[in-house]
């Protein structure tokens, strides 16, 4: 049973737009998400990350929301570059140690 | 700095062949070590955790097991494969410590095809 979904397979968008990735739990007793990037035939490397008791996180040209209520989170892109074109992970854990990923959404940023 | 080493990057086996990933990490000690599965179309799922030297916790039952004889070192195996077997396996590693969660960080991974 999928307890992170991401029931978006695939985004494009033009480069210098926002991105807005999505990403949906069952369980209400996580605490803590991650977002990773991954791309063709290498491992994920991590981005950012959000606690539940927060709900929102900025890194750089990255963001992620956390709505506790709807058990939803989003990563936000702004401004997106051909760079960012890949698939994006997102993972939930309780506890911290035992993370359950999404499908992941594959993102192409159009130059 | 940390470094995570899998092998081998490719794999073609047939159906009832035994297997045998490695996964080593360097720069850390005492990590926290973890193997996954990335089958077509799927997420990540997550197969073996590891907290410890023998210490192996299984999340999916299935014909595969792990083994971690060192610290930094954390094996896949198979004595049958099954077709249903093909798929990216990834290695990660975390830190462990009194942190309330800590980021993994994966290996290059290893695509496996079982024929």
């Known amino acids: 049973d999928q307890q992170v979904k991401q029931n978006s397979p695939s985004l494009s968008v033009q480069e210098g737009r926002i991105s807005i990735l999505n990403c949906d739990y069952t369980?209400?007793?996580?605490?803590?998400f991650l977002w990773y990037k991954k791309y063709p035939a290498e491992g994920p490397t991590f981005l950012i990350s959000i606690s539940s008791i927060k709900d929102k996180n900025e890194d750089g040209r990255f963001t992620v929301f956390l709505n506790k209520s709807a058990k939803h989170l989003s990563l936000h892109i702004v401004p997106s570059q051909p760079g960012d074109s890949a698939v994006y992970f997102c993972a939930a854990s309780v506890g911290g140690n035992q993370f359950y990923f999404g499908t992941g959404t594959s993102l192409t940023v159009i130059p | 700095s940390q470094t995570i080493h899998q092998w081998p990057a490719t794999l073609v086996q047939p159906v009832g062949s035994p297997l045998s990933l490695e996964c080593t990490v360097e720069g850390t000690s005492n990590p926290n070590l973890y193997w996954y599965r990335q089958a077509a179309g799927r997420g990540l799922q997550l197969l073996f955790y590891s907290v410890g030297i023998g210490q192996i916790s299984s999340e999916v039952p299935q014909n595969l097991s792990a083994s971690r004889p060192q610290d930094r070192q954390f094996i896949l195996s198979s004595k049958k494969l099954l077709l249903s077997d093909s798929g990216f396996y990834l290695c990660?590693?975390?830190?462990?410590?009194?942190?309330?969660?800590?980021?993994?960080?994966f290996g290059p991974g290893t695509r496996l095809t079982v024929t």
């Open positions: 990660a590693w975390s830190t462990s410590g009194d942190r309330p969660y800590y980021e993994q960080y």
């Open positions: 369980n209400s007793m996580f605490d803590y």
